[in-house]
């Protein structure tokens, strides 16, 4: 099935293929894109959408946003043809057939299996820039290093992006907030900044009557954004409700909230709905406006430019070697209670599993302390818990969960 929204025809209009985790206006190859000189390909696989059984919030997360997109496209005056289609490669071709475009062009993709096959295509591809440390960067950032350390690079982001800095300096006189944001779970019975939430819509309702029976999980419920405008409101609710309480309390778990203070951004900065630079931009003006406290800040910041980047950065330098690593030759499936097969009698671990079915989202110390603790405990096979946490997690990825999982938790 192809939807085609029509426009001028010139006959030279170069295709730029939009793959579901580059939906931003002005990322890579959308750039410099013109409806008068360029034509939109996005494809949905019916082959990827049934490659695993994906948490269904998170298929419905990924569809409903790449529809909207090429809606919004379409009202600036885009041609998008969006097609589902079989597999990425069938889809592609039967555009070409349709259209014969001059060219096709693509960003970089953010998965490497994703890139070798954009490479088989001949797909022209542009450099990326929906990181604000390019792999290239990393590389040579890494160069020699007889190890590498997440702070050290965290502090070399700092000073080349200028993030919280005084002159030379970090703000508030340290480079990290760390040792003060690790504050017993509160018993004051306070609330939590409750997410903002959009009403599905017919598009909601038509993506998920699409999706395979195979999805399992609660239905959405307005939680996650499907737009670009939905991802910035968030992004406002985040920096003026949430990152103010963010810091003190942001590894704890509770029972009574399965968000607490987390910002919960990471849906959209991996789909492209936001870029990691609005983001730090918000936190710089946030705290140099009295509204933040620099541990809440820096905090945040570090997940942003110094985590988030480093894993990204970590994940191509070692690929593809790095998804077969099992340093201790774990070879255990994961356990059923992980798909809902069996009980437990561990809170941490129900109450994280609960949070996973019903949201497709468990905050950083429950996803390694809690699950991959478990894992590691019971010779959980790397692969089958990275597999688990990708179809899982509405912010789930490759690049960020293999190293997470084969870096952190159980290598």
Known sequence: ??????????????????????????????????????????????????????????????????????????TEGFEVDHRRSGSLAAGLRAHQAAFGPSRVVATEP????????????????????????????????????????????????????GYLMDGDEPAGGRWNFDADNRERPPRDGRSWPEPIRSELDALDRSVLADLPAGCWGAEPD??????????????????????????????????????????????????GLLHPREVCDEIEAAYRAGHVP????????????GWREYVWGVHWLWMPAYR?????????????????????????????????????????????????????LAGVRPQELVEWMWSSFVDGAEWVIRPNVIGMALR
């Open 1 to 74: 099935m192809s939807t085609v929204t029509s426009g001028p025809d010139p006959s030279d209009r170069v295709t730029i293929w939009v793959l579901g985790d580059q939906l931003h206006r002005h990322l890579g190859a959308m750039a410099a894109a013109d409806p008068r000189r360029h034509r939109i390909l996005m494809v949905e696989s019916r082959a990827k959408l049934e490659s695993r059984s994906w948490h269904r919030q998170r298929a419905h997360l990924v569809i409903a946003s790449m529809r909207r997109f090429a809606a919004e496209l379409a």
């Open 110 to 161: 953010a998965s490497w299996d994703g890139r070798a096959l954009l490479e088989r295509l001949e797909v022209e591809l542009v450099r990326s820039d929906q990181f604000l440390c390019h792999p290239d960067e990393f590389a040579t950032w890494a160069g020699s290093r007889r190890s590498l350390r997440m702070e050290d690079f965290y502090r070399w982001q700092r000073r080349r992006l």
């Open 222 to 271: 307005g939680t996650w954004a499907t737009s670009r405008a939905g991802a910035l409101a968030r992004l406002r609710h985040a920096i003026d409700e949430v990152l103010p309480r963010f810091g003190p309390h942001e590894d704890a778990m509770l029972t009574t909230s399965w968000h607490l203070a987390h910002t919960m951004l990471s849906p959209y900065l991996n789909l």
């Open 294 to 305: 620099i541990a809440s800040a820096e905090g945040l910041l570090r997940q942003v430019i």
């Open 324 to 376: 077969d690593l099992n340093e201790l030759g774990a070879t255990r499936p994961l356990p059923p209670v992980f798909h809902g097969a069996a009980p437990t009698q561990m809170r941490c671990v129900e109450h994280t599993l609960a949070a996973v079915h019903d949201h497709g989202w468990a905050h950083h110390i429950q996803r390694l302390m809690v699950l991959g603790n478990l894992s590691l």
